[in-house]
């Protein structure tokens, strides 16, 4: 969950970079071992990422503005990246699908709270409501830092795929509630 690691992952690097977390990163992983865990029927897959969500969305949650933010330190240093307090639009995704996710598969009430901050405050500050799509790029306290919705890091494919996966999870979940 490290952005940088040694080669054979043995020992933490205690630098600037070997604390660096992207929440966007580990969340998103978070999501993917979790599908993988339901996939397989592994519970201890599961369980693995439930925990890196948990670990990382305590992380990488903003408790003074909402959303998640780009860049962290584990120890809680300063972090040298001059990023790391923005809140780009992909990590918003990634944690919407996460928390529904994690919800889905643990009828967790705490999961539902974070699904709910998470949606409410992309689509709050993210979503353009008049012209469509998403703001990329805003500042920590939510409000975009220009207008442009594209480029060549932000095209369609965090978004489309967040609407995509939870539609396919609210299905699931509506199936297993009429299943009883």
Not at 29 to 39: D, P, S, T
Not at 115 to 136: K, N, T, V
Request: charged share 25%.
């Amino acid at each position: 969950m490290l952005e940088t690691a040694r080669a054979d992952g043995t020992t933490f690097l205690d630098h600037a970079d070997g604390r660096l977390v992207n929440p966007g990163h580990a969340i998103e992983g978070a999501w993917f071992v979790m599908e993988e865990g339901r996939q397989r029927g592994d519970r201890e897959l599961v369980e693995l990422g439930l925990t890196m969500l948990r670990w990382t969305w305590r992380l990488g949650w903003d408790d003074d503005y909402g959303g998640i933010r780009y860049f962290r330190d584990v120890a809680g240093k300063p972090v040298t990246e001059y990023w790391h307090d923005m809140k780009f639009w992909w990590p918003q995704a990634e944690a919407i699908i996460a928390s529904l996710m994690a919800w889905s598969l643990t009828g967790d009430d705490s999961f539902a709270r974070w699904h709910a901050d998470a949606h409410d405050w992309a689509f709050r500050h993210c979503a353009d409501p008049e012209h469509g799509e998403w703001y990329g790029w805003l500042r920590r306290d939510g409000t975009p830092t220009h207008h442009a919705k594209g480029s060549l890091w932000k095209g369609p494919f965090h978004l489309p795929r967040m609407h995509l996966v939870c539609w396919r999870l609210a299905e699931r979940a509506a199936a297993a509630e009429r299943r009883g």
